[in-house]
């Protein structure tokens, strides 16, 4: 994926510097282009990136989404003083394995307002993540929520990654996987 990613980029300044225009709008031209090319050649690359956006516009739904939840909590809070909050924290069960993907799940949950990860244990032989909501209605509903909405599309991507990295990436093995790491 980082080879791509670097070839990507190669020909994105290559591009203005062929054209002789050295302009933001020319980079860019030269960025999708090479895109273009690097997807024909390698599907898993155009399809990684078209889920890695998708994951970035549904945390920022999400966080829009939870700010909105959360003004209207307050505010009914504030006008109808006979209603609770039910503050909780819930044990949501881990199938991430990775410590960067586990990183980004908590970062994510902390991002959206009215959440935030508190630990990662174990619990009962798993792997959890403690997250605190500042209105929990049902914790398994939320735990669900949590699964479905975050660590499933970051598996998701995972896996398009280690496809990828399977594959042999565009210019064949590392040379240091050739030989084994031998020299």
Not at 106 to 129: M, N, W, Y
Not at 148 to 176: K, N
Request: glycine residues 8%.
């Amino acid at each position: 994926m980082a080879r791509l990613l670097i070839i990507n980029l190669f020909l994105s300044l290559l591009w203005p510097t062929l054209n002789g225009d050295y302009s933001l709008s020319a980079l860019f031209t030269g960025f999708l282009l090479g895109f273009v090319v690097l997807t024909i050649v390698r599907r898993s690359y155009g399809k990684y990136f078209y889920f890695a956006i998708e994951f970035l516009f549904h945390v920022l739904f999400a966080i829009l989404q939870s700010n909105l939840k959360l003004a209207v909590l307050i505010l009914r809070t504030i006008f109808n003083p006979n209603r609770q909050l039910s503050p909780g924290i819930v044990a949501v069960p881990l199938t991430i394995t990775d410590p960067f993907e586990r990183t980004l799940l908590a970062s994510v949950i902390t991002l959206t307002p009215g959440t935030l990860c508190v630990d990662v244990g174990q619990r009962k032989g798993q792997e959890v993540l403690y997250v605190h909501s500042i209105d929990l209605k049902d914790p398994a509903t939320f735990s669900q929520e949590i699964k479905t909405s975050f660590e499933d599309r970051i598996l998701r991507l995972h896996a398009l990654q280690v496809e990828m990295a399977d594959d042999g990436g565009l210019l064949g093995p590392r040379a240091d996987t050739e030989n084994g790491g031998e020299e």
